[in-house]
Structure formats: structure tokens, C-alpha cells
């Protein structure tokens, strides 16, 4: 089972994963045109030749990355790949230089047990401006906000502050997902 960065060519079977998923209500659609463009901000495990999990590390704003798109084929569940996936994730999310990672979940125990805190939406402006109020969803999806300070930071609300200005289509972020297992957290890009 090989842990990797994902690429164009790894669209179609992340977004076959997310497609399996979307009836039990967990996750949100996504097109192969979104997916492609994003695959390098995803975290693909590759199991003989086949990607049997996912999950997309995705800039909100320059202090606040989102974990996406957390999926494990049902065949592999219960072997603990999700937290991997989501530890991997929060590795490069130190490097990269966020101070935040959330996530929106309808199940938040899972989060909670890898060290994240149930928030209110709104501590979160940047996923409500980008994606949740063009959701046909919107202030009806029951998915609670979730949060994990990384470094020493202080989770708190949201400040008055550049760091948490959202990242749009208009100002689109330079972040690149990179597996450095090296790494140490105080190197930024």
C-alpha cells in the first residue's frame, strides 16, 4: 500500500471514490474538471495498480486549509487509512505554513479522536464564502465544523485579518501539496 501525491491522471479513480460515497451523505459532489484541476492538492493511497482512498488538502485562505474529499473504499475501512490520510495532511499543512485545518463532517467523532474541535460554521467565513452558500445545501447540510490548531496556535474565531481573507478563483493560492516526510514543521514554503 503506497501513500503518494496525486496527479491529473489519478481524476477519474478519485472521483469514482467520491461518487461510491455521495449516497450515504458524507461527501459533496465534485466534477472531473474540479478534481483534475485539484489532484495535486490530493493525498491518493494506491493499493495494486488501484487508489482505494483519498483526501484533498484544500487552501481556504492563507492561514486556513480544509480537509476534502476523505474517502476510503469500503473494502479497506477499519484499518485506520482515513487517519493516515488526515495525518499526512496536517504534516502539509505545517510546511505549507497554515495555522488551521478544518474540516465539515456529518460524523465529527472521527475528527474529534485525531485531535480536532467541533466550532461554530461561522469561525470558518472562508469555506462559507467560497463554497457553502452556493450550496443547494446551504444552512440545511447538519455537517459540523471542525477544527485543529496546528503549531501552538490558539484556536479562536476568526480575526479581522488578511491571513483570513478568502481564497477565490480571482485570487488563487500558490500552494502545492508535497509528501516530504523529512521535512521538519518549521520549514515553510
Same mark, same amino acid.
Given at each position: 500500500?503506497?501513500? &503518494?501525491?496525486?496527479? *491529473?491522471?489519478?481524476?477519474?479513480?478519485?472521483?469514482?471514490?467520491?461518487?461510491?460515497?455521495?449516497?450515504?451523505?458524507?461527501?459533496?459532489?465534485?466534477?472531473?474538471?474540479?478534481?483534475?484541476?485539484?489532484?495535486?492538492?490530493?493525498?491518493?493511497?494506491?493499493?495494486?495498480?488501484?487508489?482505494?482512498?483519498?483526501?484533498?488538502? #484544500?487552501?481556504?485562505?492563507? *492561514?486556513?486549509?480544509?480537509?476534502? /474529499?476523505?474517502?476510503?473504499?469500503? &473494502?479497506?475501512?477499519?484499518?485506520?487509512?482515513? /487517519? &493516515?490520510?488526515?495525518?499526512?495532511?496536517?504534516?502539509? #499543512?505545517?510546511?505549507?505554513?497554515?495555522?488551521?485545518?478544518?474540516?465539515?463532517?456529518?460524523?465529527?467523532?472521527?475528527?474529534?479522536?485525531?485531535?480536532? /474541535?467541533?466550532?461554530?460554521?461561522?469561525?470558518?467565513?472562508?469555506?462559507?464564502?467560497?463554497?457553502?452558500?452556493?450550496?443547494?445545501?446551504? &444552512?440545511?447540510?447538519?455537517?459540523?465544523?471542525?477544527?485543529?490548531?496546528?503549531?501552538? *496556535?490558539?484556536?479562536?474565531?476568526?480575526?479581522? /485579518?488578511?491571513?483570513?481573507?478568502?481564497?477565490?478563483?480571482?485570487?488563487?493560492?500558490?500552494?502545492?501539496?508535497?509528501?516530504?516526510?523529512?521535512?521538519?514543521?518549521?520549514?515553510?514554503?
Amino acid at each position: 500500500m503506497t501513500f &503518494r501525491p496525486g496527479t *491529473a491522471a489519478d481524476a477519474a479513480a478519485i472521483l469514482r471514490l467520491v461518487d461510491e460515497n455521495l449516497a450515504e451523505g458524507h461527501l459533496l459532489p465534485r466534477t472531473l474538471d474540479d478534481v483534475r484541476a485539484h489532484a495535486h492538492r490530493f493525498v491518493v493511497i494506491e493499493e495494486a495498480g488501484a487508489v482505494v482512498g483519498c483526501a484533498e488538502l #484544500a487552501p481556504l485562505s492563507i *492561514a486556513v486549509a480544509e480537509v476534502r /474529499s476523505l474517502v476510503v473504499d469500503h &473494502r479497506w475501512r477499519g484499518l485506520g487509512l482515513g /487517519s &493516515r490520510l488526515v495525518a499526512m495532511l496536517q504534516r502539509q #499543512a505545517r510546511i505549507a505554513g497554515f495555522s488551521t485545518i478544518c474540516a465539515f463532517t456529518h460524523e465529527p467523532a472521527h475528527f474529534v479522536r485525531l485531535g480536532f /474541535s467541533i466550532v461554530p460554521h461561522l469561525w470558518f467565513p472562508e469555506k462559507i464564502g467560497v463554497d457553502c452558500t452556493s450550496c443547494a445545501k446551504f &444552512r440545511t447540510c447538519g455537517q459540523h465544523a471542525m477544527a485543529l490548531a496546528l503549531d501552538g *496556535a490558539v484556536l479562536q474565531p476568526p480575526a479581522a /485579518s488578511y491571513t483570513r481573507m478568502p481564497i477565490t478563483a480571482a485570487t488563487s493560492s500558490p500552494f502545492r501539496l508535497t509528501l516530504n516526510r523529512d521535512a521538519s514543521p518549521r520549514e515553510r514554503r
